[in-house]
């Protein structure tokens, strides 16, 4: 029988309640291509890649014949031998894709995978020494055996990379006979002393050429090197064409702080007071966005230090919104409408990242990676970051050369975060203001004009859409709690379900404007009160409940050891106030593609409600061929006596990812099982899961495994294994290692639930369940970046 008398509490699974991690099984015959002539396909491999070598030794880049960078171009198709129920005769037809799984394909041959290109083609890296072999082995192709011929199935033929590859003619016929600043990307894995060869060769380019200039260098977060340059369209030409060791050559990137106007809709004024305190121990966000004044009057006891400045980045205040963001992060959804309101006590600081470009509004978002590396540097213990910002333009309206560097920034935030274990918070992005969308509000979630842009695509980061908390006069909301009109809508890459929650951003009027008291409030640069909207505003509330729980997870961390981010993503999902399902119907579809998982509330987790047990785990899955196994306690006298007993789990982790393989984006996935005793069978869950998508949930119904008697005891086990989907990204380091968390609630659905918590207290273990793993995960050393001459 449980105790009588309980108190609703959070349970902690740790290193006691792993089982010893098994092995993967697997393996498997090769697969057959029939129907492959190997002598002509020998040959079209054989004679493009010697092309390629003799093209190489006349280059007069420097280093040509130490680094060959190539076009590989994909078959038009492949047949693959295939008992599958959809083959034809025995054959099944694929067609050769290298932005997804065959990504894979390169590393098979020895090739590093840079990026594939609109056509379909790929810029491939090989060292000398790979592509002698190359040469050599495709020469004898048709000889080989059946594996070997397997690894080369999908290449049609190797090509010199070509310099119109590099830059978007757009940019040159705006330029004209002009010139102007530009980025000089170089590839990806050339080492220090390699880009100072090429740095020298490019200065003897520029050199008597009057007006033309090379102004500033740096290295990005994934080890690429750069020149800033003012350039002409004659020496964009010409630089291209001769240097292989250069990636692309483009204009500086800048997003936007406001899709929408910053219009004041409401009156502004000052604040009439606002409680101190103590402000050292509060949870701290880095504020990632235009500068905030130093003196700012009711933020400045709330920094934590200096304000850090990113490469070529603005020290000077020029707009508010830093200001508002900041106010956001400090005090939460505050209203100020009354014009006598105190501030609420501040409940959280915040790190001053300055990234703006000196314009109002605009962000050098080349600038972002380098500026969260140096943050890590300087304050090691901030582990949430908010962005509020995107891109000007969809993805699919940037020229090819931009949107290529554009995936580049959002790789390397991404893979900022899995290195370093970080939160990334990310606004959803506002449409054009004074646009009506066809349909109109609230069917128009397929307009292209509502979709995600960019950086809000990021798969590690927490993507926050905008709701309307309240219904406003004049608004187009209909009921509280209503998606924000002018909130971007997902999916993201690889359709993932994005945004992932949502929070307070305002409403808008029939024209899609601004319209007062529809809006959220904040503090301005000139320390007045503002009314205005935006899911800029509604992120930073995110970003502090990401905050929140970091820091009350801690409190659970034995040692040196700390929660993971994952962890904290995995409880703010779980712990979320769904909004979706508390909306009329209308609403539905465009909430499902807005709201994820709905507001989150770090308080939902810190006290616990009666009806739902709750566990939390994290852990490292060591390598690709571990299956690590953790028991979880669901009391077998509880299932046996609920009606309808439930499991649910939400499933975190960081994934590595590629923009090459933007069809895949994560290059690695995590697959869950739920088994009633550790050599039971799997039993069968949800689904919906979006492999490779780092956050999800699944649901499991007890009640059928306890008619089916498949119940076994109190302890159940999960088992989780990673696997690798897509190539890695050129020149990053990855660790085997994969940290992963998951929370797991268990209640009993019924009209008059029975509720779990002195079932779970009455277990021999229950005194165990009170932290979490004594685990420490590999992350990397933050570097310094080196800029100008």
């Known amino acids: 029988m449980p105790p009588s008398q309980t108190r609703p509490q959070n349970y902690f699974l740790n290193e006691s309640h792993e089982l010893s991690v098994g092995e993967k099984t697997g393996g498997g015959k090769y697969v057959e291509y029939p129907g492959i002539n190997w002598t002509q396909k020998s040959k079209r491999l054989h004679d493009s890649l010697e092309k390629v070598s003799r093209r190489a030794a006349q280059s007069s880049d420097p280093l040509s014949q130490r680094r060959y960078y190539l076009i590989a171009d994909p078959a038009s198709e492949i047949v693959k031998s295939s008992t599958a129920k959809d083959a034809v005769e025995g054959k099944r037809t694929e067609t050769v894709h290298f932005s997804g799984e065959q990504s894979k394909l390169f590393e098979r041959i020895g090739l590093d995978l840079i990026e594939v290109h609109p056509s379909g083609m790929a810029t491939v890296h090989a ?15 048709e000889y080989l055996g059946a594996r070997q011929q397997a690894r080369f199935v999908a290449f049609d033929s190797f090509e010199w990379l070509a310099g119109k590859l590099k830059f978007d003619q757009e940019w040159l016929t705006e330029l004209g006979k002009k010139s102007g600043e530009g980025y000089i990307k170089l590839q990806p894995l050339i080492t220090e002393l390699e880009a100072d060869l090429i740095f020298r060769a490019l200065e003897d380019a520029f050199r008597g050429n009057t007006g033309l200039r090379l102004s500033g260098k740096g290295r990005s977060y994934m080890g690429r090197y750069f020149l800033r340059a003012t350039l002409d369209a004659t020496m964009i030409k010409r630089l291209a064409d001769e240097f292989t060791s250069i990636q692309s050559i483009h204009p500086p990137i800048f997003a936007l702080t406001e899709s929408l106007p910053l ?47 990113g490469q070529n980045c603005s020290n000077n205040a020029t707009d508010h919104h830093g200001s508002v963001v900041a106010t956001r992060v400090v005090y939460g959804d ?51 970051f908010n962005l509020s910002f995107d891109s000007q333009q969809r993805l699919e309206d940037m020229p090819a050369t931009l949107r290529k560097e554009t995936l580049k920034l959002i790789e390397d935030i991404d893979n900022l975060a899995f290195d ?46 905008g709701i309307a908390r309240k219904m406003s006069a004049g608004g187009l909301v209909p009921e509280p709690d209503s998606p924000s009109p002018f909130s971007r809508v997902g999916p993201g890459f690889a359709n993932s379900p994005k945004p992932d929650f949502c929070e307070s951003a305002g409403d808008s009027g029939q024209d899609y404007r601004a319209i007062a008291g529809g809006g959220i409030w904040g503090l301005d640069s000139t320390c007045f009160t503002k009314e205005t909207f935006g899911t800029s505003y509604a992120a930073p509330l995110l970003a502090r409940e990401a905050a929140f729980v970091l820091d009350d997870l801690q409190a659970k961390c034995p040692g040196d050891s700390r929660p993971f981010a994952c962890t904290a993503k995995a409880v703010l999902a779980m712990s979320a106030d769904e909004v979706t399902a508390r909306l009329s119907e209308p609403l539905q579809p465009l909430a499902k593609r807005t709201t994820g998982f709905g507001i989150a509330r770090a308080a939902y987790f810190k006290n616990p409600a009666a009806q739902k047990a709750r566990f939390v785990w994290q852990g490292v899955i060591e390598h690709e061929d571990d299956i690590v196994r953790v028991q979880i306690p669901i009391p077998l006298a509880w299932i046996a006596e609920s009606a309808s007993p439930q499991l649910k789990l939400c499933i975190a982790w960081d994934t590595p990812v590629n923009a090459a393989a933007e069809s895949q984006w994560s290059c690695r996935d995590v697959e869950v099982k739920v088994l009633p005793g550790p050599e039971a069978k799997a039993l069968h869950g949800s689904r919906g899961q979006i492999h490779g998508y780092p956050l999800f ?51 009993d659905e019924a009209d008059e639930p029975l509720h779990p918590h002195s079932f779970v207290q009455g277990l021999p273990i229950a005194s165990t369940f009170v932290r979490l793993s004594n685990t420490s995960a590999w992350l990397p050393q933050p570097v310094s970046i080196t800029s100008d001459f």
């Open 420 to 465: 370093h274990d970080v939160v990334v918070v990310v606004a959803a992005g506002n449409a054009q203001g004074g646009v009506i969308p066809t349909p109109p509000y609230p069917l128009h979630f397929d307009n292209p004009g509502w979709e995600l842009h960019s950086y809000p695509r990021a798969f590690n980061a927490l993507t926050c859409g």
């Open 127 to 141: 060292s000398p020494e790979r592509m002698e072999q190359l040469i050599a082995r495709t020469q004898q192709l």
């Open 697 to 747: 949930q699944r649901r499991w119904n007890l009640g059928k495994a306890r008619e089916k008697g498949l119940l076994e005891d109190d302890l159940w086990t999960i088992e989780l294994v990673y696997s690798q989907q897509a190539a890695y990204a050129a020149g990053h380091l990855i660790s085997p290692s994969q940290r992963v968390a998951f929370v797991a609630e268990i209640w």
């Open 334 to 384: 505050i209203d100020l409408s009354d014009p006598n309101a105190d501030l609420p006590p501040a409940s959280c600081r915040f790190l001053e990242v300055r990234v703006g470009s000196g314009l109002p509004n605009r962000i050098r978002t080349e600038s972002v990676a380098t500026a969260l590396t140096t943050a890590l540097i300087a304050a090691p213990d901030v582990r949430v």
């Open 263 to 309: 219009e004041v809709i409401g009156s502004s004024g000052s604040v009439a007071n606002h409680p101190t305190g103590p402000a050292s121990r509060l949870p701290c966000v880095a504020v990632v966005d235009t500068a905030i004044p130093q003196e700012h009057e009711w933020l400045k006891d709330y920094r934590r230090g200096n304000a850090l400045l």
